[in-house]
């Protein structure tokens, strides 16, 4: 009789989900002072998105990660980075996030990457004492003036201030100013619906009715500041 011999070589894909799996994370102040996440993250925890609170102070943050030995690509915010390297993320407005991802691509096995995306959010307490904040229409369309108020119901409330704004068109443009340019200014115009107000910076905004009523909202402090502002419509 005769005998054969043959090798077989068995080749098993990867485990994506372990490939792609985050092995460290360090984040800390640009002082060095290490940020501690909420929830706590671990290596092997289920967590993808971490919350961190940032000093009023501090101006960017410093990010080093790293992802399994298989993984072929460390990504921060969609760059490549080097694992070995901190990387530094500016801090521009009192709240932001950073994408950190662990990618794994291969001709065989994955020649369209796969991915495990860590969310980490950052949100800094500003001091917003001394902050103006002021809301107009362009020239051409409106204007809008500060006004203040005071709940009728509460008799020890505070006076609380506001804005009046009349429109000659449907769709004017808005300018917030203020004097934190790290604030996150917002204009809610309905549930749901917001628009972020850079400092200066012209916004063309639907009035939807002949009137309506918005909410000039300041984030960053260590609680929102609202501006109710009501808005009238000319007539057609």
């Known amino acids: 009789t005769r005998a054969h011999e043959y090798s077989v070589r068995i080749l098993q894909a990867p485990d994506f989900q372990r490939v792609v799996a ?4 360090n984040v800390a102040a640009p002082d060095g002072s290490a940020l501690q996440s909420s929830p706590r993250w671990a290596r092997g925890s289920d967590d993808r998105e971490l919350a961190y609170a940032l000093p009023g102070d501090a101006r960017a943050v410093k990010i080093k990660a790293a992802c399994s030995e298989y993984a072929t690509a460390l990504r921060i915010n969609g760059e490549r ?15 932001f996030k950073v994408a950190v991802q662990c990618e794994y ?28 904040v002021s809301l107009r229409l362009s020239q051409e369309h409106g204007y809008c003036a500060m006004r203040a108020y005071k709940d009728d119901q509460d008799v020890e409330a505070e006076m609380q201030r506001g804005f009046v704004c009349r ?55 260590e609680r929102p500041i609202e501006y109710p502002v009501e808005v009238l419509r000319a007539a057609p």
Do not use: C
Not at 22 to 25: C, G, M, N, R
Not at 81 to 95: I, K, L, Q
Not at 111 to 119: G, L, Q, S, V
Not at 181 to 206: E, F, H, Y
């Open 105 to 132: 691509q291969d001709a065989r096995w994955a020649p369209t990457a796969r991915f495990e995306t860590y969310t980490l959010a950052f949100r800094t307490h500003l001091d917003f004492t001394h902050m103006d």
């Open 81 to 95: 980075v080097d694992a070995h390297d901190a990387h530094e993320v500016p801090a521009t407005r009192s709240g």
């Open 167 to 221: 429109s000659a068109v449907s769709t004017p443009g808005w300018i917030a100013m203020y004097s934190h340019n790290r604030a996150d200014v917002r204009l809610r115009t309905g549930p749901g619906q917001t628009r972020r107000m850079k400092s200066g910076v012209l916004m063309p905004i639907r009035i939807p009715e002949h009137k309506a009523n918005f909410t000039l909202e300041v984030h960053g402090g």
């Open 22 to 25: 985050l092995q460290s994370l």
